[in-house]
């Protein structure tokens, strides 16, 4: 059973930051796309960054200019580094790989406070 294993969420204060990690041992990592996901309290799972085997990242409009998504090959692992935290930015996020199936993590809580 593949597994992505999160670490990295957290409290902190509105204006910090948080570097989440995502590892993936059980997958061919340079296969897969990847993304990190959050869901907030009584609201839809939204993507919040994703980048491809090539490299390629989009951001949700969100985010842009103040988080950051890069994947090392080499240690089959996903980051998502948050600056400037929002308090609106306070959810569950969840890293996902996409290739012929999609995988998800157990989520991670991240929880600014104002």
């Known amino acids: 059973q593949v597994q992505l294993v999160e670490s990295g969420g957290g409290l902190v204060q509105a204006g910090g930051s948080l570097r989440l990690s995502c590892a993936a041992p059980?997958?061919?990592?340079?296969?897969?796309?990847m993304g990190w996901y959050r869901q907030a309290p009584g609201k839809q799972r939204e993507l919040v960054a994703a980048?491809?085997?090539?490299?390629?990242?989009n951001y949700a409009d969100s985010v842009k200019g103040r988080f950051t998504i890069s994947r090392d090959n080499a240690k089959n692992t996903v980051y998502l580094q948050m600056n400037s935290l929002k308090s609106e930015d306070t959810a569950v996020y969840y890293c996902?790989?996409?290739?012929?199936?999609?995988?998800w993590g157990q989520g991670t809580q991240v929880t600014v406070s104002s």
């Open positions: 996902n790989a996409r290739g012929t199936y999609w995988y």
């Open positions: 059980g997958i061919i990592f340079g296969s897969h796309a």
């Open positions: 980048i491809t085997v090539g490299g390629s990242i």
